[in-house]
C-alpha cells in the first residue's frame, strides 16, 4: 500500500512563498486523482489542489491563481508550490488521493503551514 511523506511547511511572512513536497513509498502514477488537503482547526479537511493521472489539474476557487500542483516524471513525489500566501492558507497540509486512500482511513502526518500577517 502507498504511503506519503509530507515537507516543507514553515512558519512565513503574508505575501511569501512556500513549496510543499509529498514523497509516495511507490509510484503513484496508476492513482486517478491526487491531491493536497488542508486542515484548519474547526473546519473539515479540504481539498485545495488535485492533479488527475492525465496531469489535469483542478483548484480550489480560495488557491486559484497562487497554488500550482505537480509532480515529478516518476510520479513518486508530488509538489504544491504555494505564492502570495494569506493567514487563511495557515493549516495542516496533506497529500492523498481523491477520494482518499484505504476508506479516508489512511492520512499521512501532515505539513504545518503557518502565514503570519
Known amino acids: 500500500q502507498v504511503r506519503l511523506v509530507e515537507s516543507g511547511g514553515g512558519l512565513v511572512q503574508v505575501g511569501g512563498s512556500l513549496r510543499l513536497s509529498c514523497a509516495a513509498s511507490?509510484?503513484?502514477?496508476?492513482?486517478?486523482?491526487m491531491g493536497w488537503y488542508r486542515q484548519t482547526p474547526g473546519k473539515q479537511r479540504e481539498l485545495v489542489a488535485s492533479?488527475?493521472?492525465?496531469?489535469?489539474?483542478n483548484y480550489a476557487d480560495s488557491v486559484k491563481g497562487r497554488f500550482t500542483i505537480s509532480r515529478d516524471n516518476a510520479k513518486i513525489t508530488m509538489y504544491l508550490q504555494m505564492s502570495s500566501l494569506k493567514p487563511e492558507d495557515t493549516g495542516v497540509y496533506y497529500c492523498?488521493?481523491?477520494?482518499?486512500?484505504?476508506?479516508?482511513?489512511?492520512w499521512g502526518q501532515g505539513t504545518q503551514v503557518t502565514v503570519s500577517s
Open positions: 492523498n488521493s481523491d477520494p482518499p486512500l484505504d476508506f479516508g482511513r489512511y
Open positions: 511507490t509510484s503513484i502514477g496508476h492513482i486517478k486523482v
Open positions: 492533479m488527475t493521472s492525465d496531469g489535469s489539474t
